[in-house]
């Protein structure tokens, strides 16, 4: 009986759990998110930090590396960020939410992850 009880109990509990899925970010969250703030991440393995101002413009830091300045948006139409460098023009980006991990994603890349810091930090100090 006892044992009866317990794995009702563990099969209601499990039951409970909602085990979460990557969802895509909006347009909207994303623009929120990223406006006025840096992110914290990796990417291929190495650390970097990016503030986006409320003007258009971001700051990329790599770790060990220099400073650069380029401009972002983020696309309604297709739910994407996008960012322009010199070097490279205009390239979009989703975001997916895992839980409480944020991620960038581009056809053919692993996803990337990231963190919001609330204002400018592109500093390693």
């Given at each position: 009986?006892?044992?009866?009880?317990?794995a009702?109990?563990?099969?209601?509990?499990?039951?409970?759990?909602?085990?979460?899925?990557?969802?895509a970010?909006?347009?909207?969250?994303i623009?929120?998110l990223?406006?006025?703030n840096?992110?914290?991440?990796?990417?291929?393995?190495?650390?970097?930090?990016?503030?986006?101002?409320?003007?258009g413009?971001?700051?990329?830091?790599?770790?060990?590396?220099?400073?650069?300045?380029?401009?972002?948006?983020?696309?309604?139409?297709?739910?994407?960020?996008?960012?322009?460098?010199?070097?490279?023009?205009w390239?979009?980006?989703?975001?997916?939410?895992?839980?409480?991990q944020?991620?960038?994603?581009?056809?053919?890349?692993?996803p990337?992850?990231?963190?919001?810091?609330?204002?400018?930090?592109?500093?390693?100090?």
């Open positions: 009986m006892l044992k009866s009880a317990i009702a109990s563990l099969f209601a509990l499990m039951s409970s759990v909602v085990l979460a899925e990557p969802v970010v909006t347009a909207s969250e623009k929120t990223l406006t006025g840096s992110i914290e991440g990796t990417w291929s393995g190495d650390e970097y930090k990016q503030y986006f101002s409320t003007s413009s971001t700051t990329y830091a790599q770790r060990g590396s220099r400073e650069t300045v380029g401009k972002w948006r983020v696309n309604e139409q297709n739910n994407k960020y996008e960012s322009w460098w010199e070097r490279a023009g390239s979009g980006y989703g975001v997916i939410r895992d839980g409480e944020l991620f960038w994603t581009s056809n053919g890349l692993e990337q992850p990231f963190k919001v810091v609330q204002g400018h930090h592109v500093n390693w100090d």
